[in-house]
């Protein structure tokens, strides 16, 4: 299977001022393509015989009207600019499927990136000795890290923060598992990370809660500053590495724990939650948004691909909060505030999430699922 790999590199001083170059191509072209092709479509109002450049004719116009007028083009790879033609051509797609909204402008210093290719995928030629990758146009630069492969065709690089960054896909075989592995339901929360049927329970970092007071200072001091100024951008650069551990940490977390599931469970069920829905909810939306719920589910999705595990997605109108574990007969409303499952029926006192995780293990799909009765849990 075909997995990705993304690990920090080391450059100097000239090596930063390439990737800022590269950087700044790719955004230009991005952005000057992004308004030319909604020229295009304010004429195909009045015109529907223009046809919506492709990203070979964006190329083309490219290389005739802006590269001849802008020597600084030819500073970076061919690749930046062919790349980010391709990129917001892809985004178009999306918005004429209706599965995303138009692409919009990007800015400087925001999601900077950068793409590389050089030789084939028969021939590979961006190659590393294991300290050093040698970039095409740039040369030699160190690796935080090994990379897993001797060399590869394509590569992104990107910034985060004051860091640099290599990803790269390379084709790896499923590594053997243990048979017999056991189903898991897991309940995705806000008090905890996490809480599987066999009674785990992974705690939440809440990275965002615990560095929010240490944020809203710099944001204060950012919104200070001078615009253009200095003192703006060195604030602005300790913001940004807020947000980029805040980031980390979170994804720390995610990734320890979807591998444990995928690597030590034959099926893994948890709820096919709207995320999106829930982030309009103003009181929750912050603790929500730290709990990471999108990542979860899309590590889960190619990490139980790579461990030959299966994952089930659980109809989200499923009441897994309000349905008795044990008796599986009772279900009553469960507010968010009540943490402890109390069946009137058979008398099953359990933990919330814990008794949700239970249910989420037993689902199938066409299940029996009794009425609501008017009680609610105290």
Not at 221 to 250: D, P
Not at 251 to 262: E, M, P, Q, R, V
Not at 284 to 312: H, N, P, V, W
């Amino acid at each position: 299977m075909l997995l990705s790999f993304k690990t920090a590199l080391i450059p100097n001083n000239k090596q930063q001022t390439a990737f800022k170059k590269a950087c700044g191509v790719a955004r230009h072209a991005y952005n000057w393509s992004n308004a030319y092709v909604k020229e295009v479509l304010e004429l195909r109002k009045h015109d529907k015989s223009i046809k919506v450049p492709s990203a070979i004719d964006l190329h083309k116009k490219l290389i005739a009207e802006v590269k001849s007028a802008n020597e600084w083009y030819y500073e970076v790879n061919k690749n930046v600019p062919q790349k980010a033609l391709a990129d917001l051509r892809k985004a178009w797609d999306r918005c004429f499927k209706k599965t995303s909204k138009q692409p919009r402008y990007k800015k400087k210093g925001q999601r900077d990136s950068f793409y590389l290719e050089q030789g084939t995928k028969a021939q590979p030629k961006i190659p590393n000795d294991g300290k050093r990758v040698r970039l095409p146009s740039i040369g030699w630069v160190r690796l935080a890290e090994p990379l897993p492969i001797t060399a590869v065709h394509n590569c992104v690089i990107s910034r985060q923060a004051d860091k640099w960054f290599i990803a790269i896909k390379y084709e790896i075989e499923k590594p053997p598992v243990a048979d017999n592995r056991p189903i898991v339901g897991v309940d995705i929360g806000i008090k905890e990370l996490a809480v599987t049927s066999n009674g785990e329970v992974f705690k939440n970092p809440k990275a965002y809660k615990r560095m929010n007071k240490r944020m809203k200072r710099l944001q204060r001091s950012v919104s200070r500053k001078v615009k253009g100024s200095k003192n703006r951008q060195l604030a602005v650069e300790k913001l940004s590495k807020i947000h980029a551990k805040i980031t980390n940490v979170r994804k720390d977390a995610i990734h320890k724990l979807t591998n444990y599931l995928a690597k030590n469970h034959s099926e893994i069920k948890i709820e096919d939650l709207s995320v999106k829905a829930f982030l309009k909810n103003h009181k929750l939306a912050g603790a929500i948004a730290d709990c990471g719920m999108y990542e979860f589910k899309r590590q889960l999705e190619y990490k139980t691909e790579k461990f030959s595990s299966k994952l089930t997605l659980v109809d989200r109108m499923f009441p897994s909060s309000q349905i008795c574990s044990n008796c599986g007969q009772h279900r009553h409303k469960m507010p968010l505030k009540n943490r402890v499952y109390v069946c009137p029926e058979c008398g099953h006192i359990e933990d919330r999430d814990l008794n949700a995780s239970k249910n989420l293990e037993r689902w199938f799909d066409g299940m029996y699922i009794p009425k609501c009765s008017d009680l609610v849990s105290q």
